[in-house]
């Protein structure tokens, strides 16, 4: 059983930046890939990126590709999110999620997913 809480939403201006962080309880939480996705108000969830089990293959939506970073450190159980230039549709509800390791596939592509956080709220102010 793996929990999932996510922290750092908040309100930050066009252009800014903000950090998200995800902490994970449960012992075999290195053997699961982890991701952020997002849903804004209206919208169907969208992914944002993961990351592999290993911390060694990530992948980005295209539209955050170049602008937000996911890490990860499996020695604290976390695994982050870095957004820089942030838009205002950029503005979401935010959700960690992780799923068993499939090596070379992204999560953006499978289907029901193992673990979903509760979310955290970021507004980009125009």
């Known amino acids: 059983q793996v929990q999932l809480v996510e922290s750092g939403g908040g309100l930050v201006q066009a252009g800014g930046s903000l950090r998200l962080s995800c902490a994970a309880s449960?012992?075999?939480?290195?053997?699961?890939?982890m991701g952020w996705f997002r849903q804004a108000p209206g919208k169907e969830r969208e992914f944002v990126a993961d990351?592999?089990?290993?911390?060694?293959?990530?992948n980005y939506g295209d539209s955050v590709k170049g602008r937000f970073t996911i890490s990860r450190e499996n020695g604290k159980n976390t695994v982050s999110l870095e957004m820089n230039s942030l838009k205002p549709e950029d503005t979401a509800v935010y959700y960690c999620a992780a799923d068993r390791s499939r090596r070379g596939v992204t999560m953006r592509n499978r289907g029901s997913l193992n673990y979903w956080g509760k979310g955290t709220l970021v507004t980009v102010s125009s």
């Open positions: 449960g012992r075999t939480w290195s053997i699961y890939d």
């Open positions: 990351i592999s089990s290993s911390g060694g293959v990530t």
